[in-house]
């Protein structure tokens, strides 16, 4: 799904140059992990992405074994991936940061390194445990991801073009039109029942079954639930 903080990615990718990671945050299912992979495969060479959530010891154990040590650090990296590196035109993605906050660290001597980009993704970025003892790096540059908005929901239902209209009508203070107008309260009208988490999208364009977005709504909701639960 077209998703407007990818312009940000770029945005970052360009006049960022290496100087800062990025660490993108937000709640669970807003599809932090799907934008980051799609940057990554239109925007470099080649990339690598941990996923904290399943990434094995030998991954884990090089943030504690070789940040002194980055020639070898980056060498077993890219062996257990078999991914060749290149220098200025690699991303790495510290996907699911927050449940090993040593990579979160390890930002500070990764960027001052120079070879390579790094985006973090994660949520709960605030909760206690998910910083303790680590020290938060400077050199992240932090944006928040949220849901689909309106326009994006459109975009994802293959409308390009009214959301555009709608500006320079409100900027111009004309009216739609009748058939524009209802044809904009429809979309507004699914975009209130749907909702924007891309999963609900997803299965929404699919199917046009508002009894299966709603399940997957509620599946969310769960998830969230047992989060909380987790940490109060």
Known sequence: MKRKI?????KWKKEDAGRTALLIDGARRVGKSYIVEAFAKAEYLNYILIDFNRASKEVTDLFHNYLDNLDMFFMYLASFYNVKLYERETLIIFDEVQLFPRARSAIKYLVADGRYDYIETGSLMSIKK???DIVIPSEEHHIRMYPLDFEEFMWALENETLMDFIRICFKEKKPLGQALHRKAMDYLRQYLIVGGMPQAVEAYIQTR?????DRVKRDILDLYRADIVKHA
């Open 209 to 213: 079954d508002f009894d299966r977005v």
């Open 6 to 10: 990818y312009t940000e990615l770029l």
């Open 130 to 132: 998910n910083v303790r």
